[in-house]
Nanobody, 125 residues
Framework: VQLQASGGGLVQAGDSLRLSCAAS????????MGWFRQAPGKEREFVAG????????SFTDSVMGRSTISRDNVKKTVNLQMNSLKPEDTAVYYC???????????????????WGQGTQVTVSS
């Protein structure tokens, strides 16, 4: 499975961004898809995730209420819509996927089997 993330950029505080991740390869085995981010000098952290059916989602507290995540298993994509962006959202964002169909959204990076390259999100104040 290969994951290709896109949609990052330089925005101002209060703006919105839509990050997209397209999967290719043996995607039939993909379960939870998620987004992580890593800011300079900080550890990679979970941002949002969605299970295989799309019926369960999870968000880190700092983005909850201003972000949505969705997936299209036909198009093999997962999207993260982030609104009311803050300077502290600045980071490299990575999409990731878990091998195997699941019901519970995984939040630990170690649970993910496939990773895309990062896309930079920079929020200016």
């Amino acid at each position: 499975v290969q994951l290709q993330a896109s949609g990052g950029g330089l925005v101002q505080a209060g703006d919105s961004l839509r990050l997209s991740c397209a999967a290719s390869g043996r995607t039939i085995s993909m379960g939870t898809m998620g987004w992580f981010r890593q800011a300079p000098g900080k550890e990679r952290e979970f941002v949002a995730g969605i299970n295989w059916s799309g019926g369960s989602t999870s968000f880190t507290d700092s983005v909850m209420g201003r972000s949505t995540i969705s997936r299209d298993n036909v198009k093999k994509t997962v999207n993260l819509q982030m609104n009311s962006l803050k300077p502290e959202d600045t980071a490299v964002y990575y999409c990731a996927a878990v091998r195997g169909i699941d019901t519970v959204v995984k939040e630990a990076a170690t649970d993910y089997d496939y990773w895309g390259q990062g896309t930079q999100v920079t929020v200016s104040s």
